[in-house]
C-alpha cells in the first residue's frame, strides 16, 4: 500500500511533442504528490506539485494532472525541448509525516 | 545551486572498508535525508534527522550509520564496503519535516 508506480520506465519524444508520465498509488491517505525532476550529475529538484484538492496544477510547459478517484496522477509537459531531457521521479506523502514514497523513475529523452 | 553541500564529490575504495560522507544541510533548513541510488536507479531512502533527532529510518544496511550535529551538518558512515555499495549517495535538506527537499550534488562512492 505504501508503493508508487511510476510508467513508463523510458521514453522518447520527438522536440516540440508531448511529453506524458503516469504514477499511481494505493494508499488513500497520501495527500502531497510532487515532481521531481534529475539532470545527469544533479541531484533532484522539485519541478510541480499537487495537492488532491485540485484535479490540475499547471507551471508553463508542465501540467500535473490527478485523478483522485482511479488514484493516479500524471506530468505532461508540452512543446518538449530537448533541454527537457532527465529523469523524472513522481513522489508521494501523507500530510501526517510528509516522508515521500518515491516512483522508480522515467528517463525522458527529447529528440531534436 | 541548491544550497546542500556534500563531501566528497567523488570516492574510491576498497571492500571492507569505511567512509564518511559529509552533508550540510541549506542554511536554516532542521531535516537532513540521505538516499543512495545505484546506477540507472531509483532514489533508495535511508535515513532522516531532524534538529539532531532521528526521524524516520528507510532501507538502511546495519553497516551503515548516521548522525546530524548540532552545528545541523550530518555525516553518513558506511563501514565493510560490498561491491555493491558503489552508488551516489544524496543527502537532501527542508527547512521542516515535509515540503520541498533540497539535494545536494551528490557523494559517488566506488567500491573495487
Known amino acids: 500500500q505504501q508503493q508508487v508506480k511510476q510508467s513508463p520506465q523510458s521514453l522518447i519524444v520527438q522536440k516540440g511533442g508531448i511529453s506524458i508520465i503516469n504514477c499511481a498509488y494505493e494508499?488513500?491517505?497520501?495527500?502531497?504528490f510532487p515532481w521531481y525532476q534529475q539532470f545527469p550529475g544533479k541531484g533532484p529538484a522539485l519541478l510541480i506539485a499537487?495537492?488532491?484538492d485540485v484535479s490540475e496544477k499547471k507551471e508553463g510547459r508542465f501540467t500535473i494532472s490527478f485523478n483522485k478517484s482511479a488514484k493516479q496522477f500524471s506530468l505532461h509537459i508540452m512543446d518538449s525541448q530537448p533541454g527537457d531531457s532527465a529523469t523524472y521521479f513522481c513522489a508521494a506523502s501523507r500530510a501526517s509525516n510528509y516522508q515521500l514514497i518515491w516512483g522508480a523513475g522515467t528517463k525522458l529523452i527529447i529528440k531534436p | 545551486d541548491s544550497g546542500v553541500t556534500q563531501t566528497p564529490k567523488h570516492l574510491i575504495t576498497a571492500t571492507g572498508q569505511r567512509v564518511t560522507l559529509r552533508c550540510s544541510p541549506r542554511s536554516g533548513d532542521l531535516s537532513v535525508y540521505w538516499y543512495q541510488q545505484s546506477l540507472d536507479q531509483g532514489l533508495q531512502f535511508l535515513i532522516q534527522?531532524?534538529?539532531?533527532?532521528?526521524?524516520a529510518k528507510g532501507n538502511i544496511l546495519e553497516r551503515f550509520s548516521a548522525q546530524q550535529f548540532p552545528d545541523l551538518h550530518s555525516e553518513l558512515n558506511l563501514s565493510s564496503l560490498e561491491l555493491g555499495d558503489s552508488a551516489l549517495y544524496f543527502c537532501?535538506?527542508?527547512?521542516?519535516?515535509?515540503?520541498?527537499?533540497?539535494f545536494g550534488e551528490g557523494s559517488r562512492l566506488t567500491v573495487l
Open positions: 534527522y531532524y534538529n539532531g533527532e532521528e526521524r
Open positions: 494508499n488513500t491517505a497520501f495527500d502531497y
Open positions: 499537487i495537492r488532491p
Open positions: 537532501a535538506s527542508s527547512d521542516r519535516e515535509g515540503g520541498e527537499l533540497f
